[in-house]
């Protein structure tokens, strides 16, 4: 089992900066492969980047390619996305999730139901 606790939303210009936060509880976070997720209201949930289980890969979503980091700290049980040069278009309900074992290809990373646990979602507002 894992829980997963987004932190670090809020509301920010365009132009800006936030780096979201989201802490795991449970055994072996290494083990896991995790990602965030964005859900902007009357949109489905899309992907946003993803990170093997040890940091040493990533992959993005063409919008978040050059703007957003992924990255982990496996010592804390956290993994961060960093977003930099925010547009009011990032706006958006903003989750992690997790999912047990080898990273994955893009073409797979990006498919919700291949995540097996999820968190709360933590707020992005972007004014322009």
């Known amino acids: 089992q894992l829980q997963l606790v987004e932190s670090g939303g809020g509301l920010v210009q365009a132009g800006g900066s936030l780096r979201l936060s989201c802490a795991a509880s449970?055994?072996?976070?290494?083990?896991?492969?995790m990602a965030w997720f964005r859900q902007a209201p009357g949109n489905e949930r899309e992907f946003v980047a993803a990170?093997?289980?040890?940091?040493?890969?990533?992959v993005y979503s063409d919008s978040a390619k050059g703007r957003f980091t992924i990255s982990r700290d496996n010592a804390k049980n956290t993994v961060y996305l960093q977003m930099n040069s925010l547009k009011p278009e990032d706006t958006a309900v903003y989750y992690c999730?997790?999912?047990?074992?080898?990273?994955?290809?893009?073409?797979?990373?990006?498919?919700?139901?291949?995540?097996?646990?999820w968190g709360q979602g933590t707020q992005v507002t972007v004014s322009s």
């Open positions: 999730a997790a999912a047990y074992g080898n990273f994955w290809e893009i073409q797979t990373a990006q498919r919700m139901g291949r995540y097996d646990y």
């Open positions: 449970g055994r072996a976070f290494s083990n896991y492969k």
């Open positions: 990170i093997s289980g040890s940091g040493g890969r990533t």
